[in-house]
């Protein structure tokens, strides 16, 4: 049993920059394989990236192109998300989510636990 809640989205024009964190708690976050989705409205969701338990393996959509690098910090018991170059075609809900599994996967039916999300706006 893990919670998930996701930080640091906001506002930013094209090009810019932005850090999203997820921050579990209430379970062992290190036994938890970790992925970041995006969703718009009446959209599926879409996965973007995501990382091992102990961060050996990470894996990326590829509309990433070298823009997002995924990493976590199991002692603070965080997984982030580091967008750069960001276009407006990122403009989306971002989730991070959670599997009692080595490796991540691609789909979201593959997860158990899920944050909130947290508002990425690429606009100029």
């Known amino acids: 049993q893990v919670e998930l809640a996701e930080s640091g989205g906001g506002l930013v024009q094209p090009g810019g920059s932005l850090r999203l964190s997820c921050l579990a708690s209430g379970g062992p976050f290190s036994i938890y394989a970790m992925g970041w989705f995006r969703q718009t409205p009446g959209k599926e969701r879409e996965f973007v990236c995501g990382?091992?338990?102990?961060?050996?393996?990470?894996r990326y959509a590829g509309f990433v192109k070298g823009r997002f690098t995924v990493y976590r910090d199991n002692a603070e018991n965080t997984v982030y998300l580091q967008m750069n170059n960001l276009k407006p075609e990122d403009t989306a809900v971002y989730s991070c989510a959670a599997r009692q599994f080595v490796l991540p996967d691609s789909s979201p039916d593959n997860y158990d636990y899920w944050g909130l999300g947290t508002q990425v706006t690429v606009s100029s």
């Open positions: 990382i091992s338990r102990s961060s050996g393996t990470t």
